[in-house]
C-alpha cells in the first residue's frame, strides 16, 4: 500500500513542527508539504495531489472552510482549530472529523487511519454545505473565491455583473472576464445579499447595480439590459423578484 | 422617618415659618381690636403647639398617598383630620384665653378675646392643610431622591457584574493556542517551552490580580500587556513585532484594570494573526501635565474575509473609561484600509 500523502496547512510554525512530530510517529504517512496560508495549499492540492490536509480553521486571507470550498473535492481533510463556535457547530452537524488544540499524538493518529477509511471508501466532505454552516448566520458573502488550476481568483462580489448556471457549475462574470466554479446556482444565491443580488431566471442571477432596463421582446418575453448591453431572459417568477426589488 | 422632625434644619425652617404665620396673623388681629401685645400673647404660644400638631399631618399623607389614593378620600380625610386638629386647638385657645384673663395685664382684652375664636377655627383649619400639603411635597421628593438613588445603584451594580464578566474573560482562542505552543515546544526546545509555561502563569496571575483591583498603575496594565504580547510572539515569530514609545512619567497614572489588554488583543488578533507577513504593533505612551494620551496602531489586511464576532469590545473599554472619568475621557478609533489605530485620553491622577 501506497504511504498517504499529507500536507499540514497551518500559519503558526510551531503548530506545524507539532504536527510534523506527531506524524513522524504514524505509519505509511509521507508530509509532502507545509503550508503557511490557504494560498499556497491550493497550489499543493493541484502541484502534488496530497491524500489528505491537516488544516487549520483560522487562518489569513483564505481560512480554512475557503480552502475547503476550493480544494474539498480532491482531497480529504482533518480539520483543527483551537476554539471556533461556528465552526465547532458545522463539524458537529455534519460529523466531520476535527482536532481540537492542544491535542495528542494518539488523537492525531487516530484522525489519520478514519480519514484514510474514509478515502477507502471513496467518501467526500459535503464541502459547499459545511463551508455554509461554518459561516456567521447574519454574513453575506463579501467575495467569491475561484480556483483555476494551483490559482486562486478573489472576486469582491460588488464586481460581479452577473452569474449563469452551466450543468454542475455556474459562471461569474466579473470585470469582462468569465469564471467558472463547481457550484449550484442554489448554494451561491443563499449566500448572496438578497437586496443586491436577484435570480431572474432559473439559470442567471445578475448584480442588481447592472440593470439598465427591462424590455419586450417580439414574442411578449422580458429581457433584462444590463449596462454593458448584454441581454438576459427574465423568467416570470424572477420579474415578480424583480419588481419586489424594484419598487422598494 | 419623619421628613420634618428626623433633620434638625428642616425643623428649623418649619418652625421659622410658623413664626412668619404668628407675627402675619398678629398684625392681622391689631386690625380687629387687639393691640400687638395682646395678639402675640394670644398667637405665640397657641401656634408654637399647633405647629407640632401639625407634624401629625404626616400621619395623614402617609396614611392616604396621593398616587393611590382617591380625591375624594384625599379630600376627606384632610377636611376630617384638618377639623379635628383645628377644633382641639379651638379648644385649647379657649382654655389659654381663660388663663390670660386671669391676669392683670390681660384681662381687658378677655372679650375682644372671645371675639376671635370663630376665626381661630377657620385659621386652624387652613394650617393644617397648608402643613399637609408641605408634607406631601416632602414626601413626594423624598420619593424622587431615593428612586434615583436606587437607580444608580444599580448602574454601579451592572457595571460591576460586567468587569466581573469581563475578568472571566481572557480569550479562550489565545489560551489554547498557546497550549498548543508549550506542546509544540517540549519536544524541540524544552527550556522554550518552560520558559512559555512561566510567561502563561505570570500572565494568568497578574490578570487575576489586578482585576481585583478598582484602579491600578499604569505601568501594572503596560506590564500585564507585554506578557500577553512575549506570549504571541512565541506563536507568531517574526510575523509579530513590537515598537513602543512610553513616557516614564506616565507610569504611575492610575487606570482602571485591563483598560489596555482588550486593546491589544484586538491589535494581534485582528491586525497581525489576518495578514500573511504580519506587521508592526505601535504603543505609544505619553503625559501631559495631568493628561495621559495613549495610542495604539496596528496593520491589518484590507480584504479580510468576514470578520469573526466575540472577542472584547471596545465600546465596554469606552464605558469603563467613561465611568471612572467622566467627560474628561474619550475613546477614538480611526480605522483606514489598512490601520487602525486606537486613541485613549484620560486625566491622569496618581492617587496622591
Same mark, same amino acid.
Given at each position: 500500500?501506497?504511504?498517504?500523502?499529507?500536507?499540514?496547512?497551518?500559519?503558526?510554525?510551531?503548530?506545524? +513542527?507539532? &504536527?510534523?512530530?506527531?506524524?513522524?510517529?504514524?505509519?505509511?504517512?509521507?508530509?509532502? +508539504?507545509?503550508?503557511?496560508?490557504? $494560498?499556497?495549499? &491550493?497550489?499543493v492540492v493541484s502541484d502534488l495531489r496530497p491524500d489528505l490536509l491537516i488544516l487549520d480553521v483560522q487562518m489569513p486571507k483564505l481560512?480554512? $472552510?475557503?480552502?475547503?470550498?476550493?480544494?474539498?473535492?480532491?482531497?480529504?481533510?482533518? $480539520?483543527?482549530?483551537?476554539?471556533?463556535?461556528?465552526?465547532?457547530?458545522?463539524?458537529?452537524?455534519?460529523?466531520?472529523?476535527?482536532? /481540537?488544540?492542544? $491535542?495528542?499524538?494518539?488523537?492525531?493518529?487516530? +484522525?489519520?487511519?478514519?480519514? #484514510?477509511?474514509?478515502?477507502?471508501?471513496?467518501?467526500?466532505?459535503? &464541502?459547499?454545505?459545511?463551508?455554509?454552516?461554518?459561516?456567521?448566520?447574519?454574513?453575506?458573502?463579501?467575495?467569491i473565491l475561484v480556483r483555476d488550476g494551483p490559482r486562486v481568483h478573489v472576486l469582491p462580489v460588488e464586481k460581479i455583473d452577473s452569474?449563469?448556471?452551466?450543468?454542475?457549475?455556474?459562471?461569474?462574470?466579473?470585470?469582462?472576464?468569465?469564471?467558472?466554479?463547481?457550484?449550484? /446556482?442554489?448554494? /451561491?444565491?443563499?449566500?448572496?445579499?438578497?437586496?443586491?443580488?436577484?435570480?431572474?431566471?432559473?439559470?442567471?442571477?445578475?448584480?442588481?447595480?447592472?440593470?439598465?432596463?427591462?424590455?419586450?421582446?417580439?414574442?411578449?418575453?422580458?429581457?433584462?439590459?444590463?449596462?454593458?448591453?448584454? #441581454?438576459?431572459?427574465?423568467?416570470?417568477?424572477?420579474?415578480?423578484?424583480?419588481?419586489?426589488? /424594484?419598487?422598494? | *422617618?419623619?421628613?420634618?422632625?428626623?433633620?434638625?434644619?428642616?425643623?428649623?425652617?418649619?418652625?421659622?415659618?410658623?413664626? !412668619?404665620?404668628?407675627?402675619?396673623?398678629?398684625?392681622?388681629?391689631?386690625?380687629?381690636?387687639?393691640?400687638?401685645?395682646?395678639?402675640?400673647?394670644?398667637?405665640?404660644?397657641?401656634?408654637?403647639?399647633?405647629?407640632?400638631? @401639625?407634624?401629625?399631618?404626616?400621619?395623614?399623607?402617609?396614611?392616604?398617598?396621593?398616587?393611590?389614593?382617591?380625591?375624594?378620600?384625599? %379630600?376627606?380625610?384632610?377636611?376630617?383630620?384638618?377639623?379635628?386638629?383645628?377644633?382641639?386647638?379651638?379648644?385649647?385657645?379657649?382654655?389659654?384665653?381663660?388663663?390670660?384673663?386671669?391676669?392683670?395685664?390681660?384681662?381687658?382684652?378677655?372679650?375682644?378675646?372671645?371675639?376671635?375664636?370663630?376665626?381661630?377655627?377657620?385659621?386652624?383649619?387652613?394650617?393644617?392643610?397648608?402643613?399637609?400639603?408641605?408634607?406631601?411635597?416632602?414626601?413626594?421628593?423624598?420619593?424622587?431622591?431615593?428612586?434615583?438613588?436606587?437607580?444608580?445603584?444599580?448602574?454601579?451594580?451592572?457595571?460591576?457584574?460586567?468587569?466581573?464578566?469581563?475578568?472571566?474573560?481572557?480569550?479562550?482562542?489565545?489560551?489554547?493556542?498557546?497550549?498548543?505552543? !508549550?506542546?509544540?515546544?517540549?519536544?524541540?526546545?524544552?527550556?522554550?517551552?518552560?520558559? *512559555? @509555561?512561566?510567561?502563561?502563569?505570570?500572565?494568568?496571575?497578574?490578570?487575576?490580580?489586578?482585576?481585583?483591583?478598582?484602579?491600578?498603575?499604569?505601568?501594572?496594565? =503596560?506590564?500585564?500587556?507585554?506578557?500577553?504580547?512575549? !506570549?504571541?510572539?512565541?506563536?507568531?515569530?517574526?510575523?509579530?513585532?513590537?515598537?513602543?514609545?512610553?513616557?516614564?512619567?506616565?507610569?504611575? @497614572?492610575?487606570?482602571?484594570? =485591563?483598560?489596555?489588554?482588550?486593546?491589544?488583543?484586538?491589535?494581534?488578533?485582528?491586525?497581525?494573526?489576518?495578514?500573511?507577513?504580519?506587521?508592526?504593533?505601535?504603543?505609544?505612551?505619553?503625559?501631559?501635565?495631568?493628561? =495621559?494620551?495613549?495610542?495604539?496602531?496596528?496593520?491589518?489586511?484590507?480584504?479580510?474575509?468576514?470578520?469573526?464576532?466575540?472577542?472584547?469590545?471596545?465600546?465596554?473599554?469606552?464605558?469603563?473609561?467613561?465611568? *471612572?472619568?467622566?467627560?474628561?475621557?474619550? %475613546?477614538?478609533?480611526?480605522?483606514?484600509?489598512?490601520?487602525?489605530?486606537?486613541?485613549?485620553?484620560?486625566? @491622569?491622577?496618581?492617587?496622591?
Amino acid at each position: 500500500m501506497p504511504p498517504l500523502k499529507v500536507a499540514i496547512v497551518d500559519d503558526e510554525e510551531l503548530a506545524r +513542527a507539532l &504536527v510534523r512530530e506527531y506524524l513522524a510517529a504514524v505509519a505509511d504517512v509521507e508530509i509532502v +508539504a507545509e503550508c503557511s496560508n490557504g $494560498f499556497e495549499a &491550493v497550489k499543493v492540492v493541484s502541484d502534488l495531489r496530497p491524500d489528505l490536509l491537516i488544516l487549520d480553521v483560522q487562518m489569513p486571507k483564505l481560512d480554512g $472552510f475557503e480552502v475547503l470550498e476550493l480544494v474539498g473535492r480532491d482531497v480529504a481533510v482533518v $480539520f483543527v482549530t483551537a476554539h471556533d463556535q461556528y465552526a465547532l457547530r458545522a463539524f458537529e452537524v455534519h460529523a466531520v472529523d476535527y482536532l /481540537l488544540k492542544p $491535542f495528542s499524538a494518539d488523537r492525531l493518529a487516530a +484522525a489519520i487511519e478514519r480519514a #484514510r477509511e474514509r478515502l477507502g471508501r471513496g467518501e467526500r466532505l459535503p &464541502v459547499q454545505d459545511l463551508a455554509a454552516a461554518a459561516r456567521p448566520a447574519q454574513g453575506h458573502t463579501r467575495r467569491i473565491l475561484v480556483r483555476d488550476g494551483p490559482r486562486v481568483h478573489v472576486l469582491p462580489v460588488e464586481k460581479i455583473d452577473s452569474v449563469q448556471a452551466q450543468d454542475d457549475y455556474i459562471c461569474f462574470r466579473c470585470e469582462g472576464k468569465e469564471y467558472l466554479k463547481e457550484q449550484t /446556482l442554489a448554494q /451561491l444565491e443563499t449566500s448572496l445579499d438578497p437586496a443586491k443580488f436577484v435570480r431572474i431566471h432559473r439559470s442567471f442571477v445578475i448584480n442588481l447595480d447592472r440593470l439598465a432596463r427591462v424590455e419586450l421582446d417580439d414574442r411578449d418575453n422580458r429581457i433584462a439590459i444590463l449596462t454593458d448591453g448584454r #441581454r438576459l431572459p427574465v423568467s416570470r417568477a424572477g420579474y415578480t423578484r424583480l419588481s419586489g426589488l /424594484l419598487d422598494k | *422617618m419623619h421628613p420634618i422632625l428626623g433633620r434638625v434644619e428642616r425643623l428649623a425652617a418649619y418652625l421659622a415659618a410658623w413664626l !412668619i404665620v404668628c407675627v402675619l396673623l398678629a398684625a392681622v388681629f391689631t386690625r380687629l381690636g387687639l393691640s400687638w401685645l395682646e395678639a402675640l400673647a394670644l398667637l405665640l404660644p397657641l401656634l408654637l403647639v399647633y405647629a407640632f400638631a @401639625c407634624l401629625s399631618a404626616w400621619y395623614v399623607s402617609r396614611a392616604t398617598p396621593l398616587r393611590t389614593s382617591s380625591l375624594f378620600r384625599v %379630600l376627606a380625610s384632610s377636611g376630617l383630620a384638618a377639623s379635628i386638629a383645628s377644633g382641639l386647638w379651638l379648644g385649647l385657645a379657649r382654655a389659654w384665653v381663660a388663663v390670660l384673663s386671669t391676669t392683670d395685664t390681660f384681662a381687658p382684652a378677655a372679650d375682644r378675646y372671645g371675639q376671635q375664636m370663630p376665626p381661630v377655627f377657620a385659621i386652624g383649619v387652613l394650617l393644617f392643610l397648608l402643613a399637609l400639603a408641605v408634607h406631601y411635597v416632602l414626601i413626594a421628593f423624598e420619593t424622587t431622591r431615593q428612586a434615583e438613588r436606587r437607580q444608580l445603584e444599580l448602574e454601579i451594580l451592572t457595571r460591576d457584574a460586567e468587569l466581573r464578566a469581563l475578568r472571566a474573560q481572557i480569550d479562550p482562542h489565545f489560551l489554547y493556542n498557546s497550549l498548543n505552543s !508549550i506542546s509544540a515546544l517540549t519536544a524541540s526546545d524544552s527550556s522554550g517551552a518552560r520558559r *512559555m @509555561c512561566l510567561l502563561l502563569g505570570e500572565f494568568l496571575r497578574n490578570t487575576l490580580d489586578v482585576s481585583a483591583r478598582q484602579r491600578i498603575p499604569l505601568a501594572d496594565e =503596560l506590564a500585564l500587556a507585554e506578557r500577553f504580547l512575549s !506570549i504571541e510572539q512565541v506563536r507568531f515569530g517574526s510575523r509579530l513585532r513590537i515598537e513602543r514609545r512610553v513616557d516614564a512619567a506616565s507610569s504611575a @497614572c492610575l487606570v482602571p484594570p =485591563l483598560l489596555l489588554q482588550p486593546l491589544v488583543e484586538n491589535a494581534v488578533t485582528h491586525g497581525i494573526a489576518q495578514r500573511l507577513e504580519g506587521g508592526v504593533i505601535r504603543l505609544d505612551v505619553s503625559r501631559t501635565n495631568g493628561h =495621559l494620551a495613549i495610542v495604539l496602531e496596528n496593520p491589518r489586511d484590507g480584504d479580510a474575509a468576514v470578520p469573526r464576532p466575540g472577542g472584547l469590545g471596545l465600546e465596554n473599554v469606552r464605558r469603563r473609561l467613561i465611568a *471612572m472619568f467622566g467627560r474628561e475621557a474619550s %475613546l477614538e478609533t480611526h480605522a483606514a484600509a489598512d490601520r487602525f489605530r486606537v486613541e485613549l485620553h484620560l486625566p @491622569c491622577s496618581t492617587g496622591e
